[in-house]
């Protein structure tokens, strides 16, 4: 039985803890010029970074696509 007392203390305990106040947010910031260059210089990154990564793909598929070729077998002669 002094396991549940300890739990109920416990409880009893965390509930009376005093409240947070957040930040107060009456002030409204508006910056949309900043946030559309800001999202479109992140999209003029992601497209640099991919056109080498397409470009190196394309070369990986058509070096697969390709028939290998045989290389003529040497022939020792004695």
């Known amino acids: 039985m002094r396991i549940p007392a300890a739990v109920n203390t416990a409880i009893v305990f965390l509930m009376t803890t005093a409240n947070a ?3 107060s ?3 409204v910031f508006v ?3 900043g ?3 800001f999202l479109g210089f992140c ?3 992601l497209v640099v970074q991919l056109i080498p990564a ?3 793909l394309y070369g ?3 070096g697969l696509g390709k028939e290998r070729e045989k290389s003529p077998s040497r022939v ?3």
Do not use: C, E, G, H
């Open 76 to 78: 020792k002669s004695n």
């Open 54 to 56: 397409m470009m190196t």
């Open 25 to 27: 947010t009456s002030k």
């Open 31 to 33: 910056s949309k010029l």
């Open 60 to 62: 990986m598929l058509k």
């Open 21 to 23: 106040f957040a930040a």
């Open 43 to 45: 999209a003029l990154v």
């Open 35 to 37: 946030i559309f260059i």
